[in-house]
């Protein structure tokens, strides 16, 4: 096969954005993995098909993109793979949000019972959501520019009727009692939710933010009648599950406290669907940069307490000797430990620290350079203005005079 690298990093890429894809012999059945089960929730034809038998007049060095009656959308094109004809198909996803009333709309056009309402509804929330498709196409395109040696067609096909693959027969029939398809997206889901909390107690935002590109309103599981009761309900689900997430990454209860209550009283000021991805978003980076900026995942009992105090109480006794003795260790033995711990001596993380909560002040009030200071336990405003300057090459007012022009 020409191209196995170039293909295997592309195909790992599509994974990496939660999409599937397929490489297959066009005169093959079709598999049900391509539809990801939604054969099993309307029913089957009593004949497998090929690929081919759906899409006969497919050309050479023509990307295709399908849309159907289901909102699915795949792409596919033939790889140039010699005699041995290959098709790659990427999908399905979506690129739209869809609504319960939405679902319910394709359901009556497929003829299908309200029966399957659920696990259709199940269905749609396995699907990755890609609203910024151009970012999906500039990705084929350079692969199909790679494998075709330069030029190459594109085709928009849009379907009236059945899926993409899956051939309309008046015999279909649901199977009542087949839930395999229900407990295959419970368990997705679990799955997504196991991931995702995997991503937050490491700090992986990048990690995180790719799968929340796959968050649905239909994630929101219908408990009630009322979908914005749904969503709050489950933002509430999050909202734990980050917290623990961010607890198994080493940040202190202190920390996760403030930020799950505030979370907690912002849920419930949520006032429409449409807020909900990006507050989502705004929970899920938060844990993480909690992560980031506040784990002692790595540190021992005794620096995970001392930089506990530093960060809670900058205008306490901060002294090596105070914090030594609070360790019940000797200010020599505290002091090279802080230091191989942390990589840093105590006086410059407690400096740094100063500094942040100090830009911070600067940013978001009108407070007295002297008060600041105060505030960041720094009694003597001569020296506060040298350590603020040495870290950020500004003096108090210069940092929040070019503040106020930006």
Do not use: W
Not at 85 to 102: A, C, F, Q, R, S
Not at 279 to 301: A, D, E, G, I
């Amino acid at each position: 096969m020409y191209f196995d690298r170039e293909l295997a990093f592309f195909r790992k890429s599509l994974d990496e954005c939660n999409l599937q894809s397929f490489v297959i012999s066009p005169d093959d059945e079709m598999s049900e993995a391509i539809d990801k089960g939604l054969s099993k929730i309307i029913g089957k034809s009593e004949h497998n098909r090929t690929f081919r038998d759906f899409f006969p007049d497919i050309k050479r060095k023509k990307v295709y993109r399908v849309c159907d009656l289901f909102l699915f959308t795949y792409i596919f094109f033939m790889l140039p793979f010699g005699e041995n004809e290959k098709v790659l198909i990427i999908g399905p996803y979506l690129n739209i949000d869809i609504t319960p009333e939405m679902i319910n709309t394709q359901r009556r056009a497929m003829e299908l019972p309200d029966s399957v309402t659920k696990e259709l509804e199940l269905f749609y929330t396995s699907l990755p959501i890609i609203k910024e498709e151009h970012l999906i196409f500039a990705f084929v395109n350079t692969f199909a520019k790679l494998i075709f040696g330069g030029e190459f067609e594109s085709a928009d096909i849009r379907l009236g009727k059945a899926a993409a693959f899956i051939p309309v027969n008046p015999a279909m029939k649901h199977t009542e009692d087949d839930n395999s398809v229900g407990f295959s997206v419970l368990e997705d889901r679990y799955r997504f939710e196991n991931e995702l909390m995997d991503a937050v107690s490491r700090g992986n935002s990048q990690k995180a933010e790719l799968m929340m590109a796959r968050f649905s309103v239909l994630t929101f599981e219908s408990r009630t009648p009322d979908t914005l009761r749904n969503i709050k309900n489950y933002c509430i689900i999050m909202n734990t599950l980050l917290r623990k997430a961010a607890e198994k990454g080493g940040v202190h209860p202190y920390y996760l406290n403030k930020v799950s209550s505030d979370f907690a009283i912002k849920t419930e000021l949520l006032s429409s669907v449409s807020q909900t991805g990006e507050f989502m978003l705004t929970l899920m980076r938060t844990y993480c940069n909690l992560v980031k900026n506040h784990s002692v995942k790595n540190y021992s009992p005794i620096i995970q307490k001392t930089i506990l105090k530093i960060e809670n109480d900058l205008s306490g006794d901060l002294s090596l000797k105070t914090l030594a003795a609070a360790g019940n260790v000797s200010p020599g033995y505290f002091s090279s430990l802080f230091k191989k711990e942390t990589g840093v001596s105590l006086t410059e993380y407690i400096n740094t620290k100063r500094t942040e909560r100090a830009k911070q002040l600067l940013k978001t009030t009108s407070l007295q350079i002297q008060t600041v200071a105060q505030d960041c336990g720094v009694l003597d405003f001569h020296y506060f203005c040298r350590i603020f300057k040495k870290a950020t090459g500004k003096t108090p007012s210069e940092y929040r005079n070019d503040i106020s022009f930006e």
